[in-house]
């Protein structure tokens, strides 16, 4: 069964620019949630969704932004870059989000200059 | 909102020795799992809980699911080198549109020869 695919691994953006975020979940897994990882703030919760639609929202700004395909599949962008932004963006399926655990992708690792 | 305190940060054992690591948090969670994330991968889970006062083995991996909902703890016996990574344990409310998972700080684990 493959696991969870992120794309691409890695970015170098700009400051200013837009970057969109791929994920292919675990087939048959409906949710998919993205978290942000940094050395400062830890693993921060993003927003989650579940039959392309989004469940639930983490304390991040409006330039956040996320969507889901019907295939489960799910895209995350950021607009309008800031150097804060750099890190490794995790995507993470899971059956429904509410029983078992999440199976994470290897990540985005993006870069801001 | 939810806070987890994992402790401790960092662990630097003999291999061969047996560790020991929790989490506590201000809220309850009807789940806690255990991850270990070594450089340039995603979390990959180590141990799920589902009760409270549930204990689970994974080989040489023990965690338990506190009795009152709020903590839990993992063990690792008999260490070797490839125990090195970075250990988080999360917590999730599987209610409402709370199906999110909190995360620790992490704790890095490093197994001396």
């Known amino acids: 069964k493959a696991g969870v695919t992120q794309t691409p691994r890695y970015l170098i953006k700009t400051r200013g620019q837009q970057v969109t975020l791929s994920c292919s979940p675990i087939?048959?897994?409906?949710?998919v949630s993205w978290y942000q990882q940094t050395p400062g703030q830890g693993l921060q919760f993003l927003f989650e969704y579940f039959s392309e639609t989004q469940r639930n929202k983490g304390n991040f700004p409006g330039r956040f932004s996320g969507r889901q395909f019907s295939n489960s599949r799910s895209e995350m962008n950021v607009s309008t870059l800031e150097l804060g932004d750099s890190a490794l963006y995790l995507c993470?399926?899971?059956?429904?989000?509410?029983?078992?655990?999440?199976?994470f992708g290897s990540g985005t690792r993006l870069t801001v200059v | 909102g939810q806070q987890l305190n994992q402790s401790p940060q960092s662990m630097f054992i003999q291999e061969g020795e047996d560790v020991s690591m929790n989490c506590t948090s201000s809220?309850?969670?009807?789940?806690w799992l255990w991850y270990k994330q070594e450089p340039g991968e995603g979390p990959v889970l180590l141990i799920a809980?589902?009760?409270?006062?549930e204990l689970t083995s994974n080989g040489r991996l023990t965690a338990q699911f506190g009795i009152t909902r709020k903590d839990s703890f993992l063990n690792i016996s008999a260490s070797i080198p490839s125990d090195v990574g970075i250990y988080f344990c999360?917590?999730?409310?599987?209610?409402?549109?709370?199906?999110?998972?909190?995360f620790g700080s992490g704790t890095q684990l490093t197994v001396l020869p």
């Open positions: 809220s309850i969670f009807n789940t």
């Open positions: 809980l589902y009760k409270a006062g």
């Open positions: 999360a917590g999730r409310i599987s209610s409402g549109s709370a199906r999110q998972l909190t």
């Open positions: 087939s048959g897994h409906r949710s």
């Open positions: 993470a399926s899971s059956l429904d989000g509410l029983s078992g655990g999440y199976t």
